[in-house]
């Protein structure tokens, strides 16, 4: 869905939101893409990734109008992921326009991407190549934010832990002991309860010999 850009020359960056994502997760991103020119219409958009950042898979948000792929290049070792190993990584993913479908001035456009498997580093540099009707090209690739052409960037953050973690010998060791201490306080309630119930028994038992001793003694005197 097109929409209509107040004139702001801030704006006019192409970006990708959220800009933050946990490592070695997944995440479902957007890039932004404005147009900034009063005299030519956005008609392509292409994020590049360089030979640094390996990201097994991506997957596109379809977009009425526009063509979406996903080019993967061979990597030399594969690596690791919830599916297996993997020799391939995204390389580039690209949109174009189709039937006259364009980001006009004063309009802009948002293109959806599910990334899994993001990298164990800090930021992820997602450059940004924007082609106009015209033949012209910008290109969002300098890595300075306050660029006159900053490339979009994905901040990656470190996940913490839970304390109970599988992994975490002491935790396990923690609830060892919690259990092996449940399982005696359990037997002793029941050995308990056993010894009340038997007590119960005896108690009732010696009160019914006692009555019933009563009630013969109080025959034959009677008789």
Not at 7 to 30: E, I, K, M, Q
Not at 41 to 52: F, G, N
Not at 85 to 100: F, H, K, L, P
Not at 175 to 203: C, D, K, Q
């Amino acid at each position: 869905m097109l929409v209509m850009l107040s004139a702001a020359p801030a704006l006019a960056h192409v970006t990708v939101n959220p800009n933050s994502a946990p490592r070695g997760g997944n995440a479902t991103v957007s890039f932004r893409v404005p147009n900034e020119r009063d005299n030519a219409a956005t008609v392509k958009l292409e994020i590049v990734l360089d030979s640094a950042t390996v990201i097994p898979d991506a997957s596109v948000r379809p977009i009425p109008g526009w063509d979406a792929a996903v080019t993967t290049r061979t990597l030399q070792k594969p690596i690791k992921t919830g599916h297996g190993e993997s020799a391939q990584a995204v390389d580039r993913i690209t949109w174009t326009a189709t039937n006259g479908t364009k980001i006009s001035a004063g309009q802009f456009q948002q293109f959806d991407v599910s990334f899994q498997q993001l990298p164990d580093t800090d930021t992820v540099v997602l450059k940004a190549l924007q082609t106009y009707d015209d033949g012209s090209v910008v290109r969002w690739i300098d890595v300075h934010p306050d660029a006159e052409n900053p490339a979009p960037q994905l901040h990656l953050t470190k996940t913490t832990s839970n304390h109970h973690d599988s992994k975490d010998p002491a935790a396990h060791g923690d609830e060892s002991h919690s259990a092996e201490h449940s399982e005696g306080v359990s037997a002793t309630s029941v050995v308990a309860l056993v010894i009340a119930g038997a007590a119960l028994l005896v108690g009732s038992a010696a009160l019914w010999l006692s009555v019933r001793r009563r009630r013969s003694d109080q025959l034959v005197s009677e008789s």
